[in-house]
């Protein structure tokens, strides 16, 4: 299996903040519906309900976590929040680096 790397070059920051999405996502995803139930807050249909969407939460999470560009020894690997694609190095005839267009957060 390959190792992909950020090519970017965030110094481990990157599977720090997986990690702390993740794991918080998933602390929520046990505690909200467990502890609505035992306080009474919440119907049992009501816990049901919460415990489906929040594990679809946090795996919406892990995805946008996730979503950049890695290198590996199979080619480049591109991540999206719905599709993962990876380039053979094979059929990579040229890459270019710059800013994004249109996928600025703010």
Known sequence: MAKWSRPYG???AHDAQVTIAVL??????????????????F?????????VFI???????????????????EGIKIRHVWRTRVI???????????QADDFDAW
């Open 55 to 73: 594990p679809s939460w946090v795996t919406l999470v892990w995805r946008v976590t996730l979503v950049g560009v890695y290198i590996g020894f």
């Open 10 to 12: 965030d110094g481990g």
């Open 24 to 41: 918080g996502s998933a602390v929520a995803a046990v505690l909200i519906p467990a502890g609505g139930l035992a306080a009474g807050e």
């Open 43 to 51: 119907t049992p249909a009501v816990a049901i309900v919460y415990a």
């Open 88 to 98: 053979p190095w094979t059929q990579l005839n040229r890459a270019w680096a710059g």
